[in-house]
């Protein structure tokens, strides 16, 4: 130790460690860790170690669960689960509080525990993931006193199996388990296998408290058990993690008709403008990147700043880097600790190499770097294109690319140049100009002039390929509920659509004047490609022909919806009254509608149609009062929780109820400013055919709602796999169910595949309907002079 | 260790003419300036012979204060032996050191006399309070001969105060001509400029002043008199140091920090150390470039010290009174 007269020279920080001992006594005492399966710990089976990346030194040894302990797990949570899930609100709400609790009481176990298995500075996991963890118990605890009053008919789903990553071991927990938890759900847990430790002590924790057996259950493992948990009979996969993991989750769980949230990875838009505080944002970029290593799903990993600042903000970001300390994670004063271990530590390097390689310019901090143990030093890449590998790779690693834009418009260009959409960041002092790009950037969640800022009752997850489903806030507890299943009504196939001429018989008498339907395409009636139509028959008599639509169509009508881009900005009003406008002149031709229904054989004709008129009513009726909230989570700082459309939607619709299941369904995604592809029933799709020119009175902008005939499920395919719809409905077969939910991993849209249902009766409409055809984006919005 | 007052400023900043597009779009988010200030604190943190001797520095950089209206020359010479003797002999034993001394004292006009005496041979200079202090609100012409009576009477320092009403109203041409006659009054003497950041309210005000009165030829720039309702903030801090970075890059001069004010304990003594390490380096932590005016901070460091050499928690009473 120096004396005080040479410190006084140098005037250095010194060493300042957090004492670790009360820790690695309870791991020495622990040695090896069996799974936490209903209520007790299992003998350790075949294990690995969990290592601390900072000094490569075995922490503990850690079992490796196999499908039967898997099996045993999940048997566990299913025996605990109507018990629990029976449980009066207010008792489950005890038991989170006691959870949150005892989270507080051991906070400093738990933020040194996480810092030696995972690597991040004790300054985050103390002042972050450990306060963020106790604060999500107590939000779901409150969750779980309301349930019945704040989520009336809703229930819990059963079973939840979640796997959680590594970045935030012991904070993605709490994220899983609180909402599981105060639903009534019970939990399958598999913690990441390079960060066990914390989820093993939380089981301690869980125990100590006296959680009922079952109700929380932890087995560790590498992606093997991960996968024998996704073939677990659970009712719900949660996952965070990689894409690439995301994407193989919705493959195996297609067609399974089970619940299924995705918070996958991101390379997310950090924008500056010229009027921001530069500083500020400078500051930004220190809790984005250089956060947690960089190791950040939502890390603000693009820096984009106005091209007039872009000197002084490089020279301040340089002079900042200049003064990140690198090293002991257990030191109070490190701001970067290590890199969670050499896999990934190897694969920061690769693609940092490869961008440099590319042609970017590195900047890196000039920092010593400790001689053992994963570290990286941070860093920001300059002359980076976006065509280079670091500018569309999430390199999950301290390292941003800057680069500079010209305009508003130029920067929400290069914002949304991206297959994700987890977060977003805006800095400008200017709240016109941030807001408007908060609305136009593609991401779930936006901070303005702040960045990677969470609690826990706002809601967390991602726009396109960083997944779907929300954690945190009401719009998470939904993800863990669910109302009444609808009953299924079968109904009948549609068959093999025919294209040869049907000869009938010779009709007596005046022809009548023959009526033409084409594909509705772009507000236009567009000949099919294929030059085909098929045969419409009723009770097996021809009533008319269709067009036999193929993926050219599909892919022309796809763009059609995407050049109505009006519709999704024209207010709530305007769009009810084009709602309201379709259902009068519906109503207008309300009896050549039930005629025609009628023709066809469809049961109850009359009734559909007013059915439909009045379902027009009811969207337009929520198209401008199903809007969003304002969450309650900072001091001084205005959440806005926003449903918004996907934009372009898919849907095919059942074979059943021609009319009226085709506008529930259409109509819906319309109110709420989608622009949608329709596939009507193949079976007698001239219902669907016949309100073109309805639509065409009705002031419906050209685009926003297509209908292609045809085959369903080859029609349905082609609208899955199509990498610029944004969501997928599909009512029909379970086989259909399973190959739209397959076939939509391409990019990760987010789907919702249902048998038919009652069109008739209160299945047939609804909120849930609404809330299918959005998703929320919340915007961070913090005020103070 | 050498005498403090040897410590040579850098060049003396001679000032700029007025330039409003150095500051007039000046952009400050509040809270993000207030996420920087709280997290300084968590991110860094000083232990052992590190937190005795960051200490130390701090009683270099003190401005130990009287300026109350019971002041007497007896007072002021107590405190004068205090600043020349800061710390009771068996803590500088324990500490290692044989010579320590405060930044400097720093009293009222009336009282700068008694304080050159008290001082004389320590190398400590004096610092005196002037232009109406604390309002502001005399005369300019009179406050300009405070300059002057204070300087001759031997005051090495001044701490001039601004009109608050010239930032509230945006007449920047007349804050600048204010601090620029009372510049040229000061002479030889260093200028510190206390911008009563507790009346300007907004950082954006803070961060505009704190650039009219750097271009007008301030030494340094001081947030507080000590008697407004809000004294030296740690977020006022930021936005006033940020400010004579950007001074020094557009001019080439280092131009110092004193906060004042509230700031009564050790803790406050690292924090606003680590401020300035942080946003600016090393440079600032030496008293030709920071200091921290305070009157009781003192005591508390001495606490702390007593305890880091003993191992035992001081009390008061055990030490010299300022």
């Not at chain 1, 994670?329 to 920061?348: E, F, H, N, Y």
């Not at chain 2, 988010?29 to 052992?48: D, G, I, Y």
Request: charged share 20%; hydrophobic share 45%.
């Amino acid at each position: 130790m120096p004396t005080v007269t040479e410190i006084l020279e140098t005037m250095d920080y010194g060493p300042a460690p957090e004492a670790n001992g009360e820790v690695t006594g309870w791991l020495k005492e622990r040695g090896s860790f069996g799974h936490y399966i209903d209520g007790t710990f299992t003998k350790a089976g075949k294990s690995f170690e969990s290592v601390n990346p900072a000094t490569g030194e075995v922490l503990a040894k850690v079992s490796q669960g196999t499908t039967a302990d898997v099996a045993a797990a999940v048997k566990a949570a299913r025996a605990a689960q109507p018990g629990w899930a029976k449980l009066p609100g207010h008792e489950r709400a005890k038991w989170l509080y006691a959870l949150a609790r005892h989270v507080q009481k051991r906070e400093r176990f738990l933020a040194v525990l996480e810092t030696l298995d995972n690597g991040k500075p004790i300054r985050e996991s103390r002042d972050i993931d450990v306060p963020l963890v106790a604060r999500h118990f107590y939000h779901h605890a409150g969750w779980a006193e309301m349930l019945e009053e704040e989520f009336p008919g809703q229930g819990a789903l059963g079973v939840c199996g979640q796997i959680i990553p590594w970045n935030f071991p012991l904070l993605m927990l709490a994220w899983k388990i609180a909402p599981a938890l105060a639903a009534g759900n019970t939990v399958v847990l598999k913690p990441a296998e390079q960060t066990p430790l914390t989820a093993l002590a939380f089981a301690e924790i869980c125990a100590e408290v006296g959680l009922p057996k079952g109700v929380v259950n932890i087995v560790t493992g590498d992606g093997a058990t991960g996968a024998a948990l996704v073939e677990a009979e659970v009712d719900k996969i949660a996952f965070t993690g990689s894409t690439e993991i995301g994407r193989a989750i919705r493959k195996a769980t297609a067609g399974r008709d089970m619940k299924l949230t995705l918070e996958l990875g991101g390379k997310s838009p950090f924008v500056v403008f010229a009027d921001a505080d530069l500083d500020a944002a400078v500051e930004g970029v220190v809790d984005a990147i250089w956060f947690n290593q960089g190791q950040v799903c939502c890390a603000g990993s693009r820096i984009l700043v106005a091209e007039t600042v872009a000197g002084t903000f490089q020279k301040r970001l340089t002079a900042r880097l200049a003064k990140l300390r690198v090293g002991d994670p257990l030191d109070k004063s490190t701001d970067v600790g290590a890199i969670v271990d050499a896999t990934q530590l190897a694969r920061i390097r690769d693609l940092v190499a490869q961008g440099e390689a590319q042609g970017a310019t590195l900047h890196q901090a000039e920092v010593q770097l400790p001689a053992k143990g994963c570290f990286f030093a941070p860093g920001f890449f300059t002359n980076v294109a976006p065509a280079n590998v670091v500018s569309e790779v999430e390199i999950f690693g301290p390292v941003a690319t800057l680069t500079t834009f010209r305009t508003p418009d130029e920067a929400v260009e290069l914002a949304n140049n991206t297959r994700y959409g987890l977060a977003a960041s805006i800095w400008s002092e200017n709240i016109s100009l941030a807001l408007d790009i908060a609305a136009k950037v593609k991401a779930g969640v936006v901070w303005v002039n702040s960045t990677n800022v969470f609690d826990a009752g706002a809601g967390f997850g991602g726009y396109r390929e960083s997944g779907f489903g929300r954690e945190g806030g009401r719009e998470g507890m939904r993800d863990y509920l669910s109302a009444p299943r609808p009953k299924a009504q079968p109904e009948a196939e549609a068959g093999r659509l025919d294209a040869a001429p049907h000869p009938g018989t010779p009709s007596k008498g005046a022809a009548p004047i023959d009526r033409t339907v084409k594909l509705y395409i772009g507000g236009a009636q567009k000949r099919p490609d294929s030059g085909y139509s098929y045969a419409v028959l009723a009770k097996g008599r021809e009533i008319g022909l269709a067009g036999l639509g193929n993926r050219k169509d599909i892919r022309n009508a796809v763009e059609a919806a995407h050049a109505a881009k009006g519709w999704g900005k024209a207010t709530g009003h305007n769009r009810a009254q084009v709602l309201y406008y379709l259902a009068e002149n519906l109503s207008a031709r309300a009896a050549e509608f039930a005629a025609r229904l009628k023709e066809a054989g469809v049961p109850k004709p009359a009734e559909e149609v007013a059915l439909s008129i009045r379902r027009a009513f009811y969207y337009a009726a929520q198209a401008d009062k199903f809007d969003g909230a304002v969450h309650a989570t900072k001091t001084a700082n205005v959440t806005l929780a926003m449903p918004e459309p996907f934009g372009v939607m898919g849907i095919a619709c059942p074979d059943a109820a021609p009319l009226l299941g085709f506008l529930s369904l259409a109509l819906p995604a319309i109110a709420m400013g989608n622009a949608v592809v329709a596939i009507p029933a193949p079976s007698m799709p001239l219902a669907a055919t016949d309100l073109y020119q309805v639509l065409d009175t009705s002031d419906l902008p050209g685009g926003t709602l297509n209908i292609v005939t045809g085959a369903k499920d080859e029609l349905a395919k082609t609208l899955a796999q199509h990498d610029d719809v944004a969501a997928m409905w599909y009512c029909g077969s379970p086989e259909g169910r399973a190959m739209v939910e397959t076939e939509s991993t391409g990019n990760l849209k987010s789907t919702w595949c249902f048998p038919n249902r009652d069109w008739h009766g209160p299945d047939g409409q609804g909120r849930e309907f609404l809330l299918r055809a959005t998703q929320t984006k919340n915007i961070w919005v913090p005020y103070g002079e | 260790m050498r005498p403090e007052a040897s410590l040579t400023n850098s060049d003396r900043n001679p000032g700029v003419s007025l330039q409003t597009d150095w500051f007039d779009q000046v952009a400050v988010n509040t809270q993000a300036a207030e996420r920087r200030a709280a997290t300084l604190t968590t991110r860094r943190t000083v232990k052992k012979a590190y937190q005795a001797a960051w200490l130390v520095n701090a009683i270099r950089c003190i401005d130990l204060t009287t300026l109350a209206g019971d002041d007497t020359v007896d007072r002021v010479r107590r405190l004068c032996a205090k600043a020349m003797r800061p710390l009771a002999d068996p803590i500088m034993a324990g500490l290692g050191l044989d010579r320590l001394t405060t930044g400097a004292v720093c009293v009222y006009p009336t009282m700068v006399a008694a304080a050159a005496k008290a001082l004389r041979g320590s190398g400590i200079p004096v610092a005196s309070v002037a232009t109406g202090f604390p309002a502001g609100l005399m005369p300019l012409d009179l406050r300009l001969a405070e300059i002057r009576f204070a300087v001759d009477q031997g005051a090495d320092e001044i701490d001039i105060v601004i009109t608050r009403a010239h930032v509230l109203d945006g007449n920047w041409t007349a804050l600048y001509d204010e601090v620029a006659a009372m510049r040229e009054a000061c002479g030889a003497a260093h200028m510190k400029a206390i911008l009563a950041t507790g009346d300007l309210k907004t950082l954006r005000n803070v961060y505009k002043a704190s650039m009219v009165a750097m271009q007008a030829g301030a030494d340094f720039i001081k947030t507080s008199t000590g008697k407004e309702g809000v004294n030296a903030t740690l977020p006022v801090s930021l936005v006033m140091v940020r400010a004579l970075r950007d001074y020094g890059d557009r001019t080439g001069y280092k131009i110092g920090f004193k906060p004042a004010g509230g700031m009564k304990s050790a803790k406050d003594a690292l924090a606003w150390q680590i401020l300035m390490k942080e946003e600016l380096g090393n440079d600032w932590l030496r008293p030709d470039l920071f200091r921290l005016g305070a009157s009781s901070m003192l005591a508390d460091i001495e606490r702390q010290l007593d305890h880091h050499v003993t191992g035992r928690y001081a009390a008061s009473f055990r030490h010299s009174l300022a």
